[in-house]
């Protein structure tokens, strides 16, 4: 946090601006070793850039930001330059020489963000799934989180819990004193009811639709025997030859997955290998293992063999998807009958599945919690409702501590290094 960094922010050049970063305590003197003089704060100005030789690098707009009413929270400068390749590289070897300043390194700008308290670690997640959206729902479930709808959340659940634990202190501190109306060291009724009904309502969040099938696409895999039609359908959702197909058994060994939006939802679909118990080789045997397994975690299994004989306990869908063939078995029971070689029933099973895949995401700019958030929360509501079991007052303030720890890990008040860095590995150089 000591060294000054630097990064070009703006898109790869060439482009019609190219926008680079400083940040740190170095930011004031390398802007006004490059422009000659440190600008009025906050105000952009046009100035003349300069290497140590002298030599003009760019005639650029110039922005002077003291901390630490800044994004990082640290003493800031930007320079807006011509997005050519020469010129970005000429102003980045510049500052490259300065004492005190090297590259930033990916997401080090929103890390000393966190660090300096400018944001909170829901905020830096929900600013992380910002970059990478690809949809509108991605764009806008995204942006609640950065805008700290999440942090909004806790923040409320934080200051019920202190509030319990403080009613419980009283009761340990002010034990049969009269002006406490309490039972000698048994817990008082009010504080057990503010207990469940705050577990009641972390056990409603909990039952929200999660984050990661709107971040990596709502799972729908192609399951079913060798030649059942997976792939060709497959290659016909994705609209695009991304599987091999073949009248050979086993020719799809391997599990394939294609990330598509579909009417603004994002999906990813799975081809898998054919399932059989006979007649497979080594090779094929793997793939039909991984197959069983992403069947395990689908959100949705479109089921293409015999009827009744798909994966159990999975939200399933009985396709016949041969349609067109007259040597294929019927199915009674087909939610969709269709030929991905003909086209027919193609366009109901695409709204269809846009359809379930609405229903079964988190609303538009809705809240919604990813794995670790969602087992922090859930360590929440068991604390809190064990809290709320309690008679003994040292218990009940025990699990209201643990409560408030798992709480402050959620916004990053506590964690660990190792979840920091692999959070902010997935932001880009310059951000």
Not at 301 to 313: A, I, R, T
Not at 388 to 411: F, I, K
Request: charged content about 25%.
């Amino acid at each position: 946090m000591t060294d000054t960094i630097f990064a070009l922010s703006s898109g790869a050049p060439p482009a019609a601006i190219g926008v680079i970063r400083i940040s740190g305590p170095a930011a004031g003197s390398a802007l006004e070793r490059l422009a000659g003089k440190l600008p009025v704060p906050r105000r952009a100005v046009l100035a003349v850039l300069r290497d140590a030789e002298g030599v003009v690098l760019d005639r650029a707009v110039a922005l002077w930001l003291p901390g630490p009413g800044t994004a990082t929270g640290e003493d800031s400068a930007e320079l807006h330059l011509h997005g050519g390749r020469a010129v970005v590289a000429a102003v980045e070897a510049a500052l490259g020489v300065l004492p005190g300043l090297r590259r930033a390194e990916p997401g080090e700008f929103t890390r000393r963000a966190f660090a300096n308290g400018r944001i909170d670690l829901a905020e830096a997640e929900g600013l992380a799934d910002l970059l990478s959206a690809e949809t509108e729902l991605q764009r806008r479930g995204a942006l609640a989180m950065a805008g700290g709808a999440l942090s909004r959340l806790v923040a409320d659940w934080r200051t019920r819990v202190l509030t319990l634990s403080a009613a419980i202190e009283a009761v340990l501190d002010f034990a049969g004193d009269d002006d406490i109306d309490d039972d000698g060291a048994v817990v008082p009724p009010a504080i057990t009811q503010g207990c469940m009904v705050l577990a009641e309502d972390l056990s409603v969040w909990l039952a929200r639709p999660r984050a990661e099938p709107l971040r990596e696409g709502f799972r729908v895999v192609l399951a079913g025997p060798p030649n059942a039609g997976k792939s060709t359908l497959f290659n016909a959702l994705v609209e695009d030859e991304a599987a091999i197909t073949a009248a050979e058994p086993g020719t799809t060994r391997d599990v394939l997955v294609r990330a598509v939006a579909i009417g603004g939802v994002p999906f990813a679909f799975v081809d898998t290998a054919g399932l059989r118990e006979e007649g497979a080789g080594a090779i094929e045997q793997i793939g039909i293992a991984r197959a069983r397994a992403e069947a395990e975690r689908a959100d949705l299994v479109l089921w293409l063999g015999p009827e009744g004989e798909g994966p159990k306990d999975r939200t399933l869908w009985e396709i016949a998807a041969q349609c067109d063939r007259m040597d294929v078995a019927e199915k009674r029971q087909a939610q969709f009958r269709l030929s991905a070689v003909t086209g027919e029933g193609l366009s109901a099973l695409r709204q269809a599945l846009v359809e379930h895949a609405r229903s079964a995401l988190p609303q538009p700019g809705a809240v919604a919690l990813n794995a670790r958030q969602h087992g922090l929360v859930a360590d929440v509501a068991a604390a809190v409702a064990e809290a709320g079991q309690c008679d003994d007052p040292l218990l009940a303030a025990e699990n209201l501590r643990l409560a408030r720890v798992a709480l402050d890990r959620l916004v990053g008040r506590a964690g660990t290094e190792d979840m920091l860095d692999a959070l902010f590995c997935r932001f880009c150089i310059g951000k």
